[in-house]
């Protein structure tokens, strides 16, 4: 009975932990609503990359930051494959890039002189 006793109190404390965030220096995870919210840190302690995990791939929108703080990418994941709509920045120039099943389908670069007229 003991045994059984024991047993349970240790796997009642490893669902306990496996529920609460799991933070270090260079990253930090949390589960939302039955996906996993990955955050990874540059050693300065700005953001690096934030997004989300389905069944272990990516899923779900992601952004990627220079150490500076400023934007570098984000767009969305299906299943570990990037779909649709992303944006890159380098610089004064931003490249849009759509995406079907992981692959490449269309780019355009916008200048930062670039006027964006909505119809």
């Not at 996906?35 to 997004?51: F, L, M």
């Not at 069944?55 to 299906?78: C, F, I, P, R, V």
């Given at each position: ?26 990253h930090?995870f949390?589960?939302?609503n ?20 389905k069944?272990?791939?990516l ?12 934007k ?24 849009e ?20 007229v909505?119809?």
């Amino acid at each position: 009975m003991k045994k059984i006793l024991f047993a349970g109190l240790l796997l009642s404390a490893g669902v306990l932990s496996a529920q609460t965030a799991q933070t270090t220096k260079d990253h930090n995870f949390s589960v939302e609503n039955n996906i996993v919210k990955a955050t990874y840190y540059y050693d300065n302690g700005n953001v690096k990359q934030e997004g989300f995990y389905k069944d272990g791939k990516l899923h779900g929108s992601w952004t990627a930051y220079n150490e500076d703080g400023t934007k570098q990418s984000m767009g969305e994941y299906a299943n570990g494959k990037k779909t649709g709509k992303w944006f890159f920045w380098t610089g004064v120039v931003l490249n849009e890039v759509d995406f079907a099943d992981s692959r490449v389908a269309e780019v355009k670069k916008w200048s930062h002189d670039a006027v964006v007229v909505n119809k």
